[in-house]
């Protein structure tokens, strides 16, 4: 097995507790470090069922049909650099609103700029004399670092 990284958590496959009426399946689980005792740990299942301590070796098929529709969500969320609003589609509109307005503002600098060849690739409008299109290259930089 690779060297787990302690800061991340990992889906890994468990066995159920052997209980009487529990069906034997094989469960997905989150396996993290756990530092107040400095060992690594599997929780509940994603189904919510009570599972065995440890993991199964990686590779054991899992069998629960309800870990295995919680599974797909369960990876985006364990991907380094997830955020929750990732998976909330107001502010994923928001997003596609915003990207919607800065490609039509480029669409209409880019017009500027083939109307005034003269400016050699650059439009200098206003007062400042700033070129629109390096202008916009920064909004659309700082507008991407802001939703990373």
């Known amino acids: 097995m690779t060297e787990l990284d302690p800061s991340r958590r990992y889906l890994r496959p ?7 009426g529990v069906e034997d399946v094989t469960h997905w689980s989150v396996y993290q470090w756990m530092p107040m005792f400095e060992a690594w740990a599997t929780g509940m299942s994603l189904c919510g069922a009570s599972m065995r301590q440890s993991p199964l070796p990686e590779g054991t098929a899992v069998t629960c049909e309800g870990c295995e529709a919680y599974r ?24 596609v609103q915003a990207a919607e307005e800065l490609l039509k503002r480029y669409v209409d600098l880019a017009a500027v700029t083939h109307k005034y060849p003269i400016t050699g690739g650059h439009d200098c409008l206003g007062e400042n004399l700033s070129c629109a299109g390096c202008s916009l290259a920064k909004q659309a930089q700082e507008h991407l670092e802001e939703y990373r």
């Not at 468990?14 to 009487?20: G, I, K, R």
């Not at 969500?73 to 994923?92: A, F, N, S, T």
Request: proline content about 19%.
């Open 72 to 95: 797909p969500k369960y990876e985006r969320m364990l991907v380094p650099g997830y955020q929750p609003e990732d998976d909330d589609p107001e502010v994923l509109r928001k997003r």
């Open 14 to 20: 468990v066995a159920p507790l052997l209980l009487p």
